[in-house]
């Protein structure tokens, strides 16, 4: 299951526990007690890495001393290309590719956690397959729950992915619009679904 921050249909947990594994994304804002996490993936760069490891409140949140593995969604070496263009594109993002890997790394280390990169290609991949959706140069980059649902779809093709607390909103230098599409055409030729909140059971009638 891969687990966005938005809405999450009531009984989610039970389907939860039955997954091999639940992948959360940065404050995990869905979680609630008693809910698995078993993957965190992170923004490891510019301010929303900042925001995580900074202060220490994140590395003590439940779903992050649960998982097994942290997961940074940004290659290092890719936004570190990004700065110059992003200077003269959006200069009011001066530290988007500001990188906080190495604070990850070494919270992982510290807790034993294991921890992954995701490889540069892999958003070079996503870039191309929203293309039909979104011209090039329409927005900044892909959101990370997309790098990971691509991820997950290379990782293990065959297995039985399911989203859920995925809304396809925020912020607007991620196409939000266009990924709900790719998102739709992966549910329907039949490599991910969505979790949906099951009807209440009818009344008996008399």
Same mark, same amino acid.
């Given at each position: ?57 994140? #590395?003590?949140?439940?779903?992050? /001393?649960?998982?097994r593995?942290?997961?940074c969604?940004? %290659?290092?070496?890719? @936004? =570190? $290309? ?7 594109s ?9 990188d906080?890997?190495p ?10 956690k ?26 900044v ?10 991820a997950?779809?290379?990782? #293990?093709?065959?297995?039985?992915? /399911?989203?859920t ?6 912020? %607007?230098?991620?196409? @939000? =619009? $266009? ?5 739709e ?9 969505r979790?949906?909140e ?9």
């Open positions: 299951m891969i687990v966005g921050n938005g809405p999450v249909p009531e009984g989610a947990a039970a389907a939860m526990a039955q997954a091999d594994r639940v992948v959360r994304f940065n404050d995990c804002r869905s979680f609630r007690a008693g809910e698995r996490s078993d993957v965190v993936a992170v923004c490891n760069t510019g301010r929303p890495a900042r925001a995580m490891l900074d202060g220490g409140a994140w #590395a003590h949140h439940p779903a992050v /001393v649960a998982a593995d942290i997961w969604v940004r %290659d290092p070496a890719f @936004f =570190a $290309a990004l700065r110059a263009p992003l200077a003269i959006h200069p009011e993002l001066d530290d988007f590719c500001e906080g890997t604070g990850f790394e070494a919270f992982a280390l510290a807790s034993a294991g921890v992954r990169v995701l490889d540069a290609s892999l958003h070079s991949r996503v870039v191309a397959a929203l293309a039909p959706y979104a011209p090039a140069g329409s927005y980059v892909p959101s990370s729950g997309l790098i990971v649902i691509a997950l779809l290379e990782d #293990a093709p065959e297995a039985d992915l /399911v989203l607390g995925f809304t396809h909103q925020g912020w %607007d230098g991620h196409p @939000f =619009a $266009a990924e709900a599409r790719l998102v055409s992966w549910c329907r030729a039949g490599r991910l679904s979790l949906v099951a009807a209440p059971p009818r009344a008996a009638q008399a």
